[in-house]
């Protein structure tokens, strides 16, 4: 009787444990729970899918942060990851300069010519994109943000001011949607 109660304890647990590590689905794209950035752990905030003139959808996103941080606390020094799932085919330019103009609608002045050289370094990263490629944005303290398409580097700029006002594109004030922004900020509202 005590190993038949012991195996079901362990059944359970089992079952728990490896509904936890289940992926987020979103438009049928896949997200990890939880993932590591440089030995940092990292758990899944929220997913969201951006649409274009609400008609079509662009791509689908997850953003996670570490399990002690609250959504609305991204803009802190702490690890953070941004990653994006196309849908779509773009251009490199096409990111360069959609980010540029966001970045240049919500930044003062100052703040953007403070980033300005950084972000050039940045946007010259940018690869072309289709359907099923996927950018991340990975920020550790101290060390950067870096860009990485289908898991490989294509590199990695300094400063916690420049990840604040990077992930702000998607996170911030004025963001590109503010629908979006909320669903990865406020945990998973969409699914399948």
Known sequence: ?????????????????????LAAEIKGVSFADQVELEKHAVRLQGVAVLK?????????????????VAGSSWAEDVPKKLEISYFRDIEAKGFADA????????????????????????????RDVKPGDRYSIDYIPEQGTELRLNNQSLGRVPGADFA????????GENPISKTFRDKLLNGRQEKG
């Open 52 to 68: 274009w003139a609400m008609l079509f959808d662009v791509y689908a996103g997850a953003f996670y942060l570490p399990d002690n």
């Open 1 to 21: 009787m005590m190993l038949k109660k012991l195996l079901i304890c362990f059944s359970l647990l089992a079952i728990f444990t490896s509904q936890a590590c």
């Open 164 to 171: 604040v006002a990077y992930f702000g594109i998607w996170l």
């Open 99 to 126: 980010s540029d103009k966001i970045l240049r609608d919500n930044l003062p002045g100052v703040e953007y010519q403070a980033l300005a050289e950084r972000l050039r370094v940045f946007y010259s990263f940018f």
